[in-house]
């Protein structure tokens, strides 16, 4: 796919790390102008520095500080091609473990983030006539998991937002996807647990949930987002792609 977004306008979310920094890679590599955008502005600079990007604070809990973003992206570039929401938090516990503050917080960022940043977004795709935009959801937003209310929530809103907002500009020439990751070696991943797990407990973690007995590498659920912003994919709107390794097939 070498090219294939050659000059777009890409902004990305959570680009810092993870799947986000994966997929800001993959954009810069098929020619794209790729912003990256994230509470951690050091490392964002240094991910976009890397990818010859740009870097942009950005809080997606704040809908005003989205508005700037998209308008700052616009006004410097004259457009937006493609937003990937990427940025996300995870909260373990129990909804009797759980606090309102990290509830409210998990949901504003998960989901209120992945609104913000798509409605900003539109306001200037469809006057263009075109556009893409990819969600990070999860496959925890459609099966559930234990222990992780919080999230569970937020992703099964972020699979309502893409389908929602996909019927609401079918006939704008937007397209909004979501890929539904399943276990990915990331920092999220081992984030929020007790203790920070060893290589062999990911490995267990593998074995017992994983049908091919592996964790994804962020760069694998990367390469199903920039095909899904890409014309290749034109004929997909509304899609919740799993990228699971047949974890959501039992």
Known sequence: MTGVHEGSVVVVTGGASGMGASTARLFA?????????????????????????EARFGDVSDPTLCDEIIDGVVTDHGRIDVLVNAAGI???????ETEDEAWNRTMTVN????????????????PQGSGSIVNFGSISGDVGAGGGVAYCASKGAVHQITRAMALDHATDGIRINAVAPGEV??????SGRATPPTAADLQAVADEFVPMKRL???????????????????????????????????
């Open 111 to 126: 989901a209120g983030g992945v609104f913000f940043m798509s409605r900003a977004a539109v306001r200037h795709m469809a």
């Open 185 to 190: 070696d990331t920092p999220m991943f081992s």
């Open 29 to 53: 590599a098929e020619g794209a102008i790729v912003v990256v955008v994230d509470r951690n502005l050091e490392v964002a600079g240094e991910v976009a520095a890397e990818i010859g990007g």
């Open 216 to 250: 994804a590498q962020p760069e694998e659920v990367a390469h199903v987002v920039v095909f899904l912003a890409s014309d290749a994919a034109s004929y997909m709107t509304g899609a919740i792609v799993p990228v699971d390794a047949g974890y959501t097939s039992r």
């Open 90 to 96: 995870i909260q373990r516990g129990s909804a009797a």
